[in-house]
Structure formats: C-alpha cells, structure tokens
C-alpha cells in the first residue's frame, strides 16, 4: 500500500512547539520509515479543495506533483557502466496496482501485460534511466512524451498511463499482434515494417520472449 499523510492549512496556521514535533515525525516516517523497496522513492504532494495536503510515495492521480526528489538520482546502471539487466522472474509487487488496473480499464489492456512490460524494461524501478534516455516504469523516449501526455516520465501515474497508451497503440497498428506489438515497442514501429516482422536484433528478439514468459507469470499470481 502507498504512504498516504494528510495535513490541513489550518494546521499550519497555529503552529506551536508540539505541533511543530508531531509534523516533524510525520514527515521523518514518511521519509525513512517505508518499506525498503520504496525507501529512496520521490514524495509527491497535492492539496486538495479543502485545503488538505496529501502525500504519498505512489501517486495515483496526476494532480500529484514532486515535493521530496529521490536521494540516490535518477541514473540506473551497474558498477560497469552497462544498463542494469532484469531477471526473468515476475515481481510479486502490488504498489503501482491501482494505477495499472486505471490503465488497464482506460486502454483495453490486460494488467498482467502491463504488468510484464514494466517489469522487462524498469523492474518496477520508477526511476530507471537507459542509456538510450528511455525514462520511469515503462521507459518513455522523450520524443514520445508530448503525444502521451507525459511531463513528467518519472512520474509513476504519468508514466505507467503514458506507456500503456503506447503499448495499445503498437498492439493496434500490428493488428493485435501480441509479438509484434512488443517489438515495435522496443525497436519501433518503423523496424517493424521495414523487417515485416521482428527485427533481427538480439535484444528485440529477446524482448519479445521476455514480456510473454512475464506476461505467462502475472497472468497465474
């Protein structure tokens, strides 16, 4: 479950001593004492028409925006210098649920697919950056950003509802073929109908066979 925390103005406005201490644990628990998957997560924050603010680590509504930035970057390689490579074993996660079953509804996906992709290309890392520049859950290029709607790719909600669009969209304009659908997403449309097929590249090919075992897992968790 995300880290939920409320805290109205009127609060603010008649701040002693104790409540300057019970807002200063708040925030020393929203910020340290989370679950170790989310520990270094982004604190995001929006009030609301009462003049609440919320916060929360898993923003499920795009009126969220960044309040704490995560402490260890946004750079995701290994010791090398090589982008991290993922295990083919699905990831028993339920934190971004609610906005992948959003999505799901939204653009006539299984969750389970949306589920496989963003384990293949971020492992659920909302902060994964490729060499390439793909960016968050579902590795957005930037020069998709504007047609999805994404300002902001590190933005789970943001991100997760923009590559789900993507993803429909690649699955429609390969007729609802499954395999082809996830090689345009991974090498793009465009190498898609230049080959007619899946493109003889290693990493696609692999890409492909990786998204469906995921996809095979998710369906049967």
């Known amino acids: 479950m995300p880290n939920l925390y409320i805290i109205n103005d009127n609060f603010k406005n008649n701040l002693s001593k104790n409540n300057l201490i019970i807002l200063f644990f708040i ?101 994964a950056v490729s060499p390439k520049g793909a960016k968050g859950l579902m590795q957005i290029m930037p020069a998709n950003y504007s047609s999805l709607n994404i300002s902001d790719p590190f933005h789970p909600y943001q991100n997760i509802m923009g590559g789900a669009k993507y993803l429909r969209q690649m699955l429609d304009v390969n007729n609802k073929n499954l395999k082809l659908a996830l090689a345009s997403y991974n090498a793009g449309p465009e190498s898609v109908r230049r080959y007619e097929g899946i493109p003889p590249y290693n990493e696609t090919i692999n890409y492909v066979s990786k998204v469906i075992n995921l996809y095979r897992q998710y369906k049967t968790m």
């Open 27 to 127: 925030l020393c628990n929203l910020i340290f004492c989370v679950s170790t998957k989310t520990l270094m997560a982004d604190i995001y924050t929006y009030k609301d028409k009462n003049g609440v603010k919320h916060f929360t680590n898993v923003p499920n509504n795009p009126k969220y925006k960044l309040f704490i930035p995560e402490r260890t970057g946004r750079i995701y390689y290994n010791n090398s210098g090589v982008y991290k490579k993922f295990s083919s074993r699905a990831v028993n996660t339920k934190v971004f649920d609610p906005i992948i079953e959003k999505a799901s509804l939204r653009y006539g996906l299984d969750s389970a697919l949306i589920k496989a992709v963003i384990s293949a290309e971020s492992a659920f890392n909302s902060q």
